[in-house]
């Protein structure tokens, strides 16, 4: 890869998203890549190696600013797609890109629009670690250019999987929450990558919110394509959850101890989406941010109805291992 190209930087890259935007960044052809993971000997992070990207070592829960200006001097852009544990060391992340010069900073966010108080893991950490939107004020305090991308909700989970697929997550698609009717924007985590490589080589994006979306439909719209595709016995496996049930789900995830924190995350992103309506590309537009098909109207985006088709017909599941039962 040419060294005229800008450099990228993505920290957390072995992850669902990580992976998605080195992807997209390196079909793109227009940047060099680099990746920051604690063990650059996972299979995917070798394969990235072979490919031309800069694989660093680095533990963000114990790396030091000198080593992150290492990494990142050079860099045009850092990107960020963290789990949850390491949002707080994005603080580090922009101390060093100061230093360092690099002209924008995509942090850790990658979700769902919502506003504040709704969600524990957007808004509401515990007190000695900071959520998404904390870290976006700091940021903007820094004085770092800065691009917040949201993406709606992954496609993969809300395509009711087919009866072949079984475990925790599979039995949560076949749910229908609330009347199942509210919109929802919505994203295929495979195209997210080349998206951010649109955007992040826009000036228009610089110091913007930018929300990345590919359709917007209903869980009811979902599952009438998917009678027509799988036929209505399958249909039989849909399960509705209304709005009390989910509500009395959420009371228990929040008086939960910490160690069950994710079914706490579960139950407030169902709360946010199917009930209170936060995941819709108006309100996302209403709180700022820049509409993706409006700033690149070039792009073709495949409908939620091709996304079920090609699902069906070759299945893939993000984070398969995390929601083995």
Known sequence: MSEQKPLVVIFGASGETGRSIVEGLLRSGEFRVAAVARNPSKPNLVKFAERGVTVHQADLLAVTQERLREILTGADCAIATLPPTCIEA????????????????????????????????????????????????????????????????????????????????????????????????????????????????????????????EDEKTQNQGWAHTERKLGSDFVQQKKKIPEAELMKQLEAARAAPPEQIVMRYIAEYRYSMYIRGDNTVAKAKAAGALDFKELYPDVKAPTFEEFMDAFYESPYVPYADAFET
């Open 90 to 213: 994005q603080k580090d992340i922009v101390e060093a890109a100061k230093a360092v010069g690099v002209r924008r900073f995509v942090p850790d966010d990658f979700g769902t629009e919502a506003p504040t108080g709704v969600m524990y893991l957007h808004d509401q950490a515990c007190p000695q670690s900071s959520h998404k939107l904390a870290i976006r004020e700091y940021i903007k305090k820094s004085g770092l250019g800065y691009t917040f991308i949201e993406v709606g909700y992954w496609m993969h989970f809300v395509v009711p999987w087919p009866v072949q697929l079984t475990g925790f997550a599979a039995d949560l698609t076949r749910e229908v929450v609330g009347t199942g009717d509210v919109p929802l924007a919505l994203t295929n985590l495979s195209h997210i990558g080349d998206y951010v490589a649109r955007v992040i080589k826009d000036d228009r994006t610089l110091n913007q919110t930018v929300l990345i979306w």
